[in-house]
């Protein structure tokens, strides 16, 4: 059980917008800042998102990312095969002074 | 560019200690405000933060976890590692090495992974 809760699949067709929810509390997204990792099978998470909406050097502006009160979105808009992947949402958490992520959000384009 | 490389031992017996070391280039792991660690993840399973480390000797661990971690650093080959002792079935994993940004006071966030390395636990 992920102390952050993401859905555990989306989907969408080309060409659409595909938001991602992550749900935490006060300790950990309502306090700290929200980081969204893209990860293909077989390879290493790969930084999309960090401080809830920051993309970094070469992520295109496709990716965006959110927060409210307790929760955080990801939303990629034109939606490309190449998305197909698992998106993972991560915050700090004061209670448990540790990492914590949500389980994982697998993204089919159909 | 950052890079980090994981190495050890792909097979360990239950109950003994699975040691891995992460080699780091392009940054420093002595120098800066990076936290330098570990994350795992379950063949099939989301990700797992096991603790991270600094220079300065601060540290913080995954409560499930603490009583059986240890990190450490060596500077002269900017070089950090993980032990983990009593290692069962659970701990089979792909373990990441990580580096833990500094943004700014007490704003960090991982940046930075390994390739990972599946450790698998098995008599």
């Known amino acids: 059980q992920s102390v952050l809760t993401q859905p555990p699949s989306a989907s969408g067709t080309p060409g659409q917008r595909v938001p991602i929810s992550c749900s935490g509390s006060t300790s950990n997204i309502g306090t700290n800042h929200v980081f969204w990792y893209q990860q293909f099978p077989g390879t290493a998470p790969k930084l999309l998102i960090y401080?809830?909406?920051q993309r970094p050097s070469g992520v295109p502006d496709r990716f965006s990312g959110s927060k409210s009160d307790t929760s955080a979105s990801l939303a990629i808009s034109g939606l490309r095969s190449e998305d197909e992947a698992d998106y993972y949402c991560a915050a700090w958490d004061d209670s448990l002074s540790a990492w914590v992520f949500g389980g994982g959000t697998k993204l089919t384009v159909l | 560019q950052v890079q980090l490389q994981e190495s050890g031992p792909g097979l360990v017996k239950p109950s003994e200690t699975l040691s891995l070391t992460c080699i780091v280039s392009g940054d420093s792991v002595s120098s800066g405000g990076s936290y330098w660690g570990w994350i795992r993840q379950p063949p099939g399973k989301g990700l797992e933060w096991i603790g991270y480390m600094h220079h300065s000797g601060s540290a913080n661990y995954n409560p499930s976890l603490k009583s059986r971690v240890t990190l450490s650093f060596d500077t002269s080959k900017n070089q950090f590692s993980l032990k983990l002792s009593a290692v069962t079935a659970a701990d089979t994993a792909v373990y990441y090495c990580a580096r833990d940004r500094k943004y700014d006071y007490n704003d960090y966030g991982v940046d930075y992974w390994g390739q990972g390395t599946l450790v698998t636990v098995s008599s």
């Open positions: 401080r809830n909406s």
